[in-house]
């Protein structure tokens, strides 16, 4: 299933439940609801990672400084949305 499929259903980490938690397992969860949803805060990224908020810092940090994700705002308000060019929408 589609995480959009999960979001209509309003269960959005039903997706990804059955995931490992291995580094690079957590990494494409993280980048994979940034490209369904537009952005990830940093609880939602622990949720989905099942995770400590501290420990899916280190994840977002990690791909902020390796230009796959950037920081919106700062603190609490911080959101991570995708460092690269949207997907194109022309003919």
């Known amino acids: 299933m589609t995480a959009r499929f999960y979001?209509?259903?309003?269960?959005?980490?039903?997706?990804?439940?059955?995931?490992?938690?291995?580094?690079?397992?957590?990494?494409?969860?993280?980048?994979?609801?940034?490209?369904?949803?537009?952005?990830?805060?940093?609880?939602?990224?622990?949720?989905?990672?099942?995770t400590s908020p501290p420990q899916a810092r280190t994840i977002l940090k990690r791909l902020v400084d390796g230009g796959r994700l950037k920081a919106v705002g700062e603190r609490r308000a911080a959101r991570y949305e995708s460092a690269g060019p949207g997907p194109s929408t022309e003919v």
């Open 7 to 50: 979001d209509r259903a309003e269960d959005r980490n039903a997706d990804v439940r059955v995931r490992g938690v291995d580094p690079l397992q957590q990494e494409r969860t993280i980048l994979d609801h940034v490209g369904a949803f537009g952005s990830i805060t940093r609880g939602r990224a622990a949720e989905l990672c099942q």
